[in-house]
């Protein structure tokens, strides 16, 4: 935080505590209660470069006695100090900034506080004596609209034609299909569950041949799924 950005939140602080006499009970109300909200961070973080406004450029005019001429206009820096201090130039503007600065960070922490955890499931799946040399990598992680998996394998070969692969996730004798690929191309293949996987105690990739019954064939992969 930069010096400049320190005397700010001073002064801030400072008009906070000590209000204006000419405050109403609503006013004074409001000040009490951010008070607390400005030591928050988020609140002094460095402001963006906004448009001057003019009244800052202006420069005084000659006086008609032919006084000394007016110095050259502020530079840049000078004049974005000259824009803050207007901004609190009187005890209700340092109330309305304190008021907004308090307001910027109670969304922040709500927006914090409200900010969806998914919940992530990763654990391994091996080859069995169809694909021994196969194995894989899988990531489950509870959406909105179910269970996103994820499933990356190595040294499986693509499905033959007329079958394809099918993934499943398994409790006892109940059998939940995940979906369908066949892998012709290596990369991440993306299945989706309507059920909570980590629900489930195993996780099978089977090879189904086209128009056969659906019911899970030869298992290629297969992987215990952890529970927490």
């Given amino acids: 935080m930069s010096d400049d950005v320190v005397g700010r939140r001073?002064?801030?602080l400072e008009s906070a505590t000590t209000a204006p006499?000419?405050?109403d009970p609503a006013e004074r109300l409001m000040a009490e209660r951010i008070r607390g909200m400005l030591a928050h961070p988020a609140v002094w973080l460095e402001p963006p470069d906004l448009p001057v406004h003019p009244a800052a450029l202006e420069t005084p005019a000659e006086s008609p006695t032919g006084a000394q001429a007016a110095p050259p206009a502020a530079g840049p820096e000078r004049r974005r100090r000259l824009r803050w201090r207007g901004l609190f130039a009187t005890p209700r503007a340092r109330?309305?900034?304190a008021a907004t600065a308090g307001l910027a960070a109670a969304v922040l922490a709500v927006s914090i506080v409200a900010w969806p955890h998914h919940e992530t499931v990763r654990f391994a799946l091996a080859g069995t004596d169809q694909a021994p040399?196969?194995?894989a990598s899988v990531t489950a992680t509870k959406l909105d609209a179910g269970w996103r998996v994820t499933l990356d394998a190595d040294d499986l070969?693509?499905?033959p034609e007329g079958t394809y692969y099918q993934g499943w996730v398994v409790r006892g004798g109940d059998y939940v299909p995940l979906g369908t690929f066949h892998l012709r191309q290596p990369g991440e293949v993306e299945l989706w569950a309507g059920v909570a996987v980590d629900e489930f105690t195993r996780l099978e990739v089977t090879r189904q041949?086209?128009?056969g019954a659906q019911t899970p064939g030869e298992v290629i992969l297969v992987g215990t799924i952890?529970?927490?």
Wanted: glycine letters at 14%.
């Fill in 10 to 12: 001073a002064t801030a």
């Fill in 21 to 23: 006499a000419d405050l």
């Fill in 95 to 97: 109330l309305l900034a």
């Fill in 133 to 135: 040399g196969a194995r």
């Fill in 157 to 159: 070969p693509g499905a």
């Fill in 209 to 211: 041949r086209m128009g």
């Fill in 226 to 228: 952890p529970h927490r």
